[in-house]
């Protein structure tokens, strides 16, 4: 059961333009999702679906041409604190950043909501790290080459925390190097001497720095070997089991998000197909692009089968396809498809918390909802049916 | 779901195939520019030993992560690198590649597709030019007809369709898997017998990997080529096909059936490979439970570890592994691994493996 | 985005309908005057640019066309200022200023493009193959070029002028000679972070030969560059010029901007207050060396899109409030 206490950060109708001279590009368009405290949400797509620009709007970092038109991001945060006191409390926030929200007996909560668009640039600061840290794609290489590792995680928190002396700075570093997995005696090296494994450690160290509540990481393992990306993927579970923060983990290796997240987004065009859990995606997707990407990736075990991935290639932003942008790939596709725009609804009314964009579930144009097998039917079929490859 | 060919012949039994391209001990250093001229040369040791053979009508995978020397051996086989030792043998002959006649009509016969299909088209020409320049340079068409119409065949083939639309497009034009298709057509105007591929799908998109990697399947089928595919994802490589070879920093370790290498992997390296690649069938209700068999990283290659470089990282490490480096070990069934655990590569015998 | 159709049934090939296709070299070259209009007009400091050297190209065409007067022919009107028969006055052996000037900007604007173009040509040449190629090639060419690049230009070129005869193809090579090697460098580094480009490798596994990977795969991508470097090294050419004719360098009866304050120095234009004489030829080359620099910074923004200046579009009351 989901209650209202455990929800940390909710995003509701998101839309962001890329203002261009040429035409205006819908990177994100009527995104939706509700983070929960200590969950992992994977927000999986290919080029073009959105995601990174996601993120960015999120931390509200975009430039632009790119502007966040609509939308709200509502941030809940905890007021009080049962670690260290060093966190910066909600209540240090000037006062027109928050907004009362009223529950109930129409007594004001202890939480507060704030909505991330709406603050200004020193509330936005002040949110920034403590609250809400990221790490970017090839993050190793965002450290910055002529300092030591010890010397940009004590910048961090002489930045934001600037009532701590040098020693428990120092001491701070050396506790985040250690729950990461660094050896101390790295505190004094520079970039180039670590590997790159390392340094996406020394990355994750800094953005947890500040002991934040969400963690966004966008495609944070993709340039690593495999090996490494396991090991950080491991650490950074255990360092959620151990802080009890959340993450947003953006990735297109979807095979990589089932084994991590507890609840994964699906992205196709700038807007989300599918939610689901883990377990739901895995067993039983719903959208017919969820099928097609999940069965793109060759397996491990299993039989050896010819697998065909999904015709056709991820559309240009500029030329979104009519009604549902996926319809010209989708081996489903019937006549509803290119018309009208799927919503996000529940595929199957036993299950609600399993949505999906799909007119094959909208009981006004399809009257059986499809079962797994019978997308797995109509991609063998495609795949089959064509003379090519 | 068609099955893929399941009955896999291993290589020994079947002895009406020759290896079409052979490499057998390559070796290559790179010097690296000293501050110091006086000082001792260093060399960054990119490839110790790597033999490998390629037949027609098979695919083998090449898997190993960065620093494995994968790359440089398939640069070696395509003749941009020199190796520092070792042979290449071209249908039984052995090849001098330094020799410049010698290297023009061995690209003939063997062509190389490259990893990235953002940078490996030169912008400023069009698809047109890419595809007529093989063809000149290599004589198989006489005019500007016969070009014509061989680039359109080549487009049609690698389901670059409506062909006349694509001819005259420069690559910004193009999405990324069109590009990729548009380079292995460039390698197909050579018409080779080898294709090595170099990563070819890890900068796609993942929905329009399989799609490539069914083309090169279907060319391979059609053409009887002999593909060299390399890549650091293991699954891929047990799709696509029939025989694995596992390399670490620089040294093969392992080889065999593909099947057989990743259901069964017998080189502690291979099993490691494996306990970190991503399957989600292993997840468990709390989430990936997976723990790797060995930990540590990629050992330099200036100064690598002496013996089998896996030692450092291996939970079976025995002293005799920081000596030598163990010698190719028959494990029947057309696999092989060096790895002292199976035996020293002097005698046949086999013993039990370790758990997998 | 492209959908793959089925391919069309074997044995059915295409018939190609297309006009006799030019190889693309040639109908990249015909794209050219279209990039050039598009690339003058996009800004306004080119446009600018554009319009004073395009005026000044017309004049050195036309000009000499269009006013007949003799520039050499004396008269005997000395030093007389402005007037309806000589609309810049005369020299002090009679000669019309304003012929003189018309006839000198075709010397000046065509020797100096001219020999723009030749200095790129060299610097083009040793900054590829140097780049290319690398190991003992680049390594002399390289010395060559920072040896060119220490000694100092302009009193080298005057001495070099001074010993040879005189004349402008003289001028011309001199400054080819002192002016090739700056161009030469950054070609040569432009090349050589090319040359590991994933095109070349692709193209030398085809089987290329050196030369066409040279001046058919990596120079078409260098191409914005040498124009850049063309443009910056006209200005110095022109200014270099003007200045060894000044210092007399020049050959005298041939009619530039330089040999004119040449001459005006001589007469004492400038002490005696002869502003007619020694300010057109100035101004002419001051505007001539602005025009390019304008079209050189126009250049900078072309190629390097960041560096356009972003107008910012009106936002709407809506986007404002939710502006990032």
């Known amino acids: 059961m989901v209650t209202q206490d455990n929800i940390l950060l909710e995003v509701k109708n998101l839309n962001v333009d890329y203002l261009a001279s040429n035409g205006t590009v819908h990177a994100v368009t009527d995104v939706s999702f509700t983070l929960r405290r200590g969950e992992i949400l994977g927000l999986a797509g290919e080029s073009g679906s959105g995601k990174s620009t996601l993120a960015y709007a999120i931390t509200r970092l975009l430039r632009p041409p790119a502007q966040i038109t609509s939308g709200e991001i509502l941030y809940y945060p905890r007021a009080a604190r049962n670690q260290d006191d060093s966190r910066v409390t909600v209540t240090n926030l000037p006062k027109n950043g928050r907004r009362g929200f009223r529950r109930g007996k129409g007594q004001v909560r202890e939480d507060e909501v704030i909505d991330i668009l709406q603050l200004s640039s020193a509330q936005l600061r002040a949110i920034r790290w403590n609250d809400l840290a990221i790490v970017f794609q090839s993050a190793m290489n965002a450290l910055n080459p002529v300092m030591t590792v010890g010397a940009q995680i004590m910048d961090v928190l002489r930045t934001h925390r600037p009532d701590m002396g040098a020693d428990s700075r120092k001491q701070r570093a050396l506790e985040l190097l250690q729950l990461v997995g660094i050896a101390p005696d790295r505190l004094r090296s520079y970039p180039h001497e670590l590997s790159g494994g390392m340094r996406q450690r020394a990355i994750i160290a800094i953005a947890l720095a500040l002991s934040p509540e969400i963690l966004i990481m966008d495609e944070p393992t993709t340039a690593l070997d495999v090996v490494v990306q396991r090991e950080i993927l491991t650490e950074i579970m255990r360092l959620r089991e151990k802080l009890g923060f959340s993450v947003i983990f953006i990735t297109h290796d979807l095979s990589l998000l089932l084994e991590l997240a507890d609840h994964v987004a699906i992205m196709y065009a700038g807007r989300i197909v599918e939610k689901a859990t883990q377990r739901d995606l895995y067993l039983h997707p719903r959208h017919p692009y969820s099928y097609g990407l999940l069965h793109s990736f060759p397996t491990l075990h299993g039989p050896r089968e010819k697998m065909s991935g999904i015709p056709g290639s991820p559309p240009d932003l500029r030329n979104v396809p009519s009604g549902c942008a996926f319809h010209p790939r989708c081996p489903c596709a019937f006549d509803v498809c290119p018309k009208v725009l799927p919503v996000l609804q529940p595929a199957l009314a036993t299950n609600p918390e399993q949505v999906v964009a799909c007119h094959l579930y909208d009981p006004r144009y399809h009257a059986e909802p499809p079962t797994t097998e019978d997308l797995a039917k109509a991609y063998q079929a495609l795949a089959e049916g064509s003379t090519v490859s | ?356 | 985005m492209q959908i793959q159709q089925a391919p069309q049934p074997a044995g059915a090939v295409a018939v190609v309908l297309m006009p006799e296709p030019k190889t693309p070299f040639y109908s990249r070259f015909l794209r050219i005057p279209f990039a050039i209009w598009r690339a003058m007009t996009i800004s306004r400091k080119v446009a600018v640019g554009s319009a004073i050297v395009g005026f000044f190209i017309l004049v050195g065409i036309f000009g000499p066309i269009i006013v007949r007067t003799d520039p050499n022919a004396t008269s005997n009107l000395f030093i007389a200022p402005p007037s309806p028969a000589h609309w810049l006055g005369t020299t002090v052996v009679g000669e019309d200023i304003f012929s003189q000037l018309v006839y000198g900007t075709r010397t000046s604007v065509f020797w100096g493009l001219g020999t723009g173009v030749l200095v790129t040509i060299v610097s083009v040449i040793v900054g590829l193959v140097g780049g290319y190629f690398g190991g003992w090639v680049d390594d002399v060419l390289t010395l060559l070029t920072n040896v060119s690049l220490v000694l100092p230009a302009l009193p080298l070129a005057i001495v070099l002028a001074a010993y040879f005869p005189r004349g402008p193809l003289t001028i011309s090579l001199v400054i080819v000679v002192t002016n090739w090697a700056w161009q030469a460098r950054v070609l040569r580094s432009q090349t050589l972070s090319m040359r590991s480009r994933e095109f070349v490798t692709a193209a030398r596994a085809t089987g290329e030969s050196t030369w066409r990977i040279i001046f058919f795969e990596i120079f078409p991508n260098e191409i914005g560059l040498v124009v850049a470097g063309f443009v910056s090294t006209t200005i110095y050419v022109v200014l270099t010029w003007a200045a060894l004719e000044f210092l007399g360098l020049g050959d005298g009866s041939i009619p530039s901007w330089g040999g004119m304050l040449y001459w005006a120095q001589q007469a004492g234009a400038l002490g005696g207050g002869l502003w007619w004489w020694f300010i057109p030829p100035g101004a002419c080359i001051a505007l001539l060396g602005a025009g390019l620099s304008l079209i050189n910074f126009g250049i900078d923004e072309i190629a390097d899109p960041r560096l356009r200046v972003e107008r910012p579009r009106k936002l709407t009351k809506a986007m404002k409030k939710a502006v990032a």
Not at chain 2, 149 to 161: A, F, G, P
């Open chain 2, 1 to 356: 779901m068609k099955q893929l060919d399941s009955t896999i012949t291993p290589i020994d039994s079947d002895s009406s195939s020759q290896p079409i391209l052979e490499a057998e001990h390559l070796r290559k250093h790179f010097p690296l520019r000293n501050a110091n001229p006086f000082g001792q040369k260093k060399f960054v040791h990119a490839v110790e030993d790597a033999s490998i053979a390629l037949y027609p009508g098979r695919a083998t995978a090449l898997v190993g992560e960065s620093g494995s020397g994968k790359t440089t051996v398939a640069r070696m086989l395509a003749g941009l690198y020199a190796p520092t030792s070792g042979t290449i043998r071209f249908r039984g002959q052995p090849v001098r590649l330094l020799d410049r006649a010698v290297l023009s009509k061995y690209r003939r016969h063997v062509q190389l597709i490259l990893q990235d299909p953002f940078s490996s088209l030169n912008p400023v020409h069009d698809v047109r030019y890419h595809l007529a320049r093989p063809l000149r340079i290599h004589r198989h068409v006489r005019n500007k007809a016969e070009e014509t119409e061989q680039i359109l065949s080549l487009l049609n083939r690698v389901n670059l369709s409506p062909a006349e639309q694509f001819i005259q497009k420069y690559p910004h034009q193009l999405s990324g898997g069109q590009r990729q298709r548009i380079s292995i057509a460039r390698a197909l105007a050579v018409q080779p017998q080898v294709l090595l591929a170099d990563e070819p799908v890890s900068m796609l998109d993942v929905s329009i990997r399989l799609d490539v990697l069914n083309l090169l399947l279907r060319l391979k089928e059609e053409e009887h080529l002999a593909l060299l595919f390399i890549t650091h994802d293991i699954a891929s490589a047990r799709y696509f096909a029939e025989d694995t070879f596992v390399m670490y920093a620089g040294q093969m370790v392992e080889g065999g059936p593909s099947d057989e290498v990743i259901q069964r992997p017998k080189h502690p390296y291979t099993q490691l490979l494996i306990s970190a690649a991503p399957d989600p069938e292993r997840f468990s209700a709390e989430g990936s439970k997976t723990s790797l068999t060995a930990r540590g990283e990629i050992p330099s290659l200036i100064n690598p570890p002496t013996g089998c470089r896996f030692h450092p990282r291996c939970p079976h490490a025995m002293p005799v592994c920081s000596e030598r480096f163990p010698k190719r070990t028959d494990l029947g069934g057309g696999r092989w691994t060096h790895c002292f655990l199976y035996g020293n590569g002097d005698d046949k015998t086999e013993k039990t493996d370790t758990k997998s």
